[in-house]
């Protein structure tokens, strides 16, 4: 192992995936804007700009049985995906064998859970707290319970985490199963991606999984399952806004606030990096092939921008089949692959 | 409440409050939803925290100036308010309308329909979380705004209707007919496209067809009025009623039989398309006279009342006139206040998310129809009244 290409990696390659990720929202709301008829926001004002103007707002402290821990929860979402993107590169293929699919799996798992934990720490004022005298005009307790809104989302997100996360984890394993390996740098050795000596020009002598047939359907079940781990239209019942407003980042506020969207931002980049990884067998190594893997990286932003344009919040009755569906075309890729 | 205490507590797992603060209400009420597993069990709407105290007001004013005061009851179906308060008030004193001025007032009533469903539309799919479906929809509504203002000089309180006809500046003469037939066709146009997306919007239909169903029976039962009523399948309209349609117009009521929220969406995106014919049919044959009659005198009136049909259905307008002119006892009774109940019974046995869009499919104003609080100061105690017993209070007297 080269320890100075180690270290240079484990730095930048982060700070690069944090730069590029405050583009990503701004790109998203401009393509749904320009389908809606609308000019939308200047590109770097919903990723950079409201991200830096809540940093500077006046703290808040959220209605929490653990403040800290509630207010942490972004940070540790932050690290996790800049882990996961590490585990991506070159650098940290040997690294306590770790960059393989199984341990992304898992960390995107925990990653799911932090939103089970977020909503279990909030309490805020717009549903039970909110001071509405429904107790004293004479009404009785209707219920055993009276829950607020981020605790539906829990629900919600547990419920995706069963079901809705599915395509996603079966997208994971496609490639896996047309190279006969877990390890994310053979994946991308399969398709013929080596770092040493990789110029702009070895583009051309790749050969993409997403070319070939299973690697076609993969690619459909992991933007599926894209969708869900992002929480963006039509999966993003844990935050709509029609009953639970905002959901488990109802009280975020100010810094907070903030560190949720760099949060939100960087798991967007992040796991469209990876689509990029293992699709089109460029990791984020820090060398010229950044540069396409940057470019390529906004692909599935892009097409999720599209789709949530054109579409409503699902609710679980359309949810259960449809991951359903998906989870199906994704053990069909897995089958094809196998054939 | 439409189930008995002990149903509910045995299949109530836990209750989720909303509002009266909630980004997904309009306007400020309170939503109980008892749930279990995400199913509402029952549900309990509580419309108290808007009271303006308008009927009040109005009291001992002279009518002249009392009616315009009806108008300010909501913003978006604020001609229809006047129009009947005026109706009333004309039909009570006998004064002759000129038809000129009822072609006009029926102009205003239905470029009104047409903005409030729109508006309704574009609320209904932003619920839904549709972005571009509400942007077309407000896109659409512009021009009919637009269109108001060029009638009226307004783009929400119009003040058309006055005693005897319609304000000299609501007159249409040559120049703004022709712009309003031209602004008609491009609407038109535009809302028969939207009505062909929409209705046929795969997506769409799954999240709100088979939802938010209320049955025919419990439609009537329950006081549903307008588009909520026609969509549970009863044919009822008071534009059937109301002269100035039924001597005048020829067209259709939309009537769905299915009762759910797709019935009550498709049933208000039809109607906008029958609302732009009666515009066509009244711009077509405007009568060729003054639209003012200006010989009426006021004077003494016993009880009068009138019915019309706003956007949201039926409204009432009653009162009397002592020997001065001024307004006694005015009562105005707003298509929401019945339409509460059936809001509360359709929600039951759907999931919590839709528990939002079935409301709001039931097009609720609320503020226009929270009227009254009861203070007892003797038991230092105040009350609601529960919309039966307003209903009771808003019953028909003998003229």
Same mark, same amino acid.
């Given at each position: 192992m080269n320890w100075t290409q180690f270290i240079l990696a484990t730095i930048f390659v982060p700070i690069i995936a944090f730069a590029v990720s405050t583009w990503v929202p701004g790109i998203m709301r401009k393509i749904q804007a320009r389908i809606q008829m609308r000019i939308g926001p200047p590109v770097l004002l919903p990723g950079f700009w409201s991200v830096l103007k809540f940093f500077f707002k006046k703290r808040i402290d959220p209605v929490s049985p653990l403040p800290r821990l509630y207010h942490s929860i972004p940070v540790i979402g932050i690290f996790l995906m800049f882990f996961i993107i590490l585990l991506t590169n070159p650098e940290w293929r040997d690294v306590l064998g770790l960059a393989t699919?199984?341990?992304?799996?898992? !960390?995107?798992?925990?990653?799911?859970?932090?939103?089970?934990?977020?909503?279990? +720490?909030?309490?805020?004022? +717009?549903?039970? *707290?909110?001071?509405?005298?429904?107790?004293? @005009?004479? @009404?009785?307790?209707?219920?055993?319970? *009276? *829950?607020?809104?981020?605790?539906?989302?829990?629900?919600?997100?547990?419920?995706?985490?069963?079901?809705?996360?599915?395509?996603?984890?079966?997208? !994971?394993?496609?490639?896996?199963?047309? #190279?006969?390996?877990?390890?994310?740098?053979?994946? #991308?050795?399969?398709?013929?991606?080596?770092?040493?000596g990789f110029t702009l020009k070895s583009i051309?002598? !790749?050969?993409?999984?997403?070319? @070939?047939?299973?690697?076609?359907?993969?690619?459909?079940?992991?933007?599926?399952?894209?969708?869900?781990?992002?929480?963006?239209?039509?999966?993003s019942i844990m935050h709509t806004k029609a009953d639970v407003i905002e959901g488990p980042t109802l009280e975020y506020a100010a810094t907070a606030r903030a560190g949720y969207y760099l949060m939100r931002?960087?798991?967007?980049?992040?796991?469209?990096?990876?689509?990029?990884?293992?699709?089109?067998?460029?990791?984020? #190594? +820090? @060398?010229?092939?950044?540069?396409?893997?940057?470019? +390529?990286?906004?692909?599935?932003?892009?097409?999720?921008?599209?789709?949530? #344009?054109?579409?409503?919040?699902?609710?679980? *009755?359309?949810?259960?089949?449809?991951?359903?569906?998906?989870?199906a075309l994704g053990v069909i890729g897995v089958i094809v692959a196998v054939l | 409440m439409i189930m008995s205490d002990t149903d509910r507590r045995d299949r109530a797992e836990y209750e989720v409050p909303l509002g009266p603060l909630h980004s997904a209400l309009l306007e400020p009420f309170r939503i109980r939803l008892f749930v279990d597993d995400e199913r509402v069990v029952d549900t309990e709407i509580t419309y108290d925290t808007a009271h303006r105290g308008i009927e009040r007001i109005m009291e001992g004013m002279p009518v002249q100036k009392a009616l315009i005061i009806t108008e300010r009851i909501c913003g978006i179906c604020s001609h229809v308010h006047l129009w009947n308060s005026t109706r009333m008030v004309e039909n009570g004193l006998g004064i002759e309308i000129p038809q000129r001025a009822e072609y006009i007032r029926v102009i205003g009533n239905e470029l009104e329909r047409i903005h409030s469903h729109l508006l309704f539309l574009g609320h209904a799919f932003e619920i839904l979380g549709h972005e571009t479906?509400?942007?077309?929809?407000?896109? %659409?509504?512009?021009?009919?705004?637009?269109? %108001?203002f060029l009638l009226s000089g307004n783009r929400v309180h119009y003040t058309i209707s006055v005693i005897g006809g319609v304000r000299p500046r609501c007159d249409i003469d040559k120049e703004k007919k022709?712009? $309003?037939?031209?602004?008609?066709?491009?609407?038109?146009?535009?809302?028969k496209n939207f009505a062909n997306r929409a209705t046929k919007d795969t997506l769409i239909i799954s999240r709100i067809k088979d939802i938010g169903y209320l049955s025919k029976e419990d439609a009537v039962k329950y006081g549903a009025l307008g588009p909520n009523l026609r969509a549970s399948g009863v044919n009822d309209d008071v534009r059937m009623r109301v002269r100035e349609y039924t001597d005048n117009f020829d067209f259709d009521y939309i009537v769905f039989d299915g009762g759910t929220?797709?019935?009550?969406?498709?049933?208000?995106?039809? &109607?906008? $398309? &029958?609302? /732009?014919? /009666?515009?066509?049919?009244?711009?077509?044959?405007?009568?060729?006279?003054?639209?003012?009659?200006?010989?009426?005198?006021?004077?003494?009136?016993?009880?009068?009342?009138?019915?019309?049909?706003?956007?949201?259905?039926? /409204?009432?307008?009653?009162?009397?006139?002592?020997?001065?002119?001024?307004?006694?006892?005015?009562?105005?009774?707003?298509?929401?206040?019945?339409?509460?109940?059936?809001?509360?019974?359709?929600?039951?046995?759907?999931?919590?998310?839709?528990?939002?869009? /079935?409301?709001?499919?039931?097009?609720?104003? %609320?503020?226009?129809?929270?009227?009254?609080?009861?203070?007892?100061?003797?038991?230092?105690? &105040?009350?609601? $009244?529960?919309?039966?017993?307003?209903?009771?209070?808003?019953?028909?007297?003998?003229?």
């Open positions: 699919l199984v341990a992304i799996a898992g !960390l995107v798992k925990v990653e799911e859970t932090l939103y089970i934990v977020m909503g279990n +720490l909030s309490d805020s004022v +717009l549903s039970v *707290r909110m001071p509405y005298p429904d107790m004293v @005009s004479g @009404s009785t307790m209707k219920a055993k319970v *009276r *829950r607020n809104f981020e605790k539906i989302s829990v629900t919600r997100a547990f419920k995706f985490i069963t079901v809705g996360s599915f395509p996603l984890y079966l997208g !994971l394993f496609v490639p896996a199963m047309i #190279a006969g390996s877990i390890g994310i740098m053979s994946i #991308a050795n399969y398709q013929g991606f080596y770092s040493d051309f002598d !790749l050969n993409p999984l997403i070319f @070939s047939v299973p690697g076609i359907i993969g690619a459909i079940v992991y933007f599926a399952g894209y969708l869900v781990i992002i929480n963006e239209y039509p999966f931002e960087t798991t967007m980049f992040v796991m469209s990096s990876i689509f990029v990884t293992l699709y089109f067998g460029i990791p984020p #190594a +820090l @060398s010229w092939a950044m540069i396409p893997h940057v470019i +390529l990286a906004m692909i599935l932003p892009v097409l999720a921008a599209i789709v949530s #344009a054109f579409t409503p919040v699902l609710t679980f *009755r359309q949810v259960y089949p449809m991951s359903l569906g998906f989870s | 479906f509400s942007m077309r929809c407000f896109m %659409l509504r512009e021009p009919v705004q637009n269109m %108001l022709k712009n $309003l037939f031209e602004m008609l066709n491009n609407l038109e146009e535009g809302c929220v797709f019935d009550r969406v498709a049933c208000r995106v039809y &109607e906008v $398309l &029958e609302s /732009i014919k /009666i515009i066509r049919q009244a711009l077509e044959t405007l009568p060729d006279e003054e639209p003012m009659n200006v010989n009426y005198e006021i004077g003494e009136m016993d009880f009068s009342h009138s019915y019309n049909e706003a956007a949201r259905g039926e /409204i009432y307008d009653s009162c009397a006139l002592d020997e001065s002119g001024r307004i006694r006892n005015y009562i105005d009774r707003t298509p929401s206040m019945t339409s509460i109940s059936a809001m509360e019974v359709s929600c039951i046995g759907d999931h919590v998310t839709d528990a939002s869009i /079935i409301i709001a499919s039931c097009d609720p104003c %609320l503020t226009c129809t929270n009227r009254m609080t009861i203070v007892d100061e003797k038991k230092n105690k &105040e009350y609601i $009244l529960s919309p039966e017993e307003v209903k009771r209070m808003t019953r028909r007297r003998k003229v």
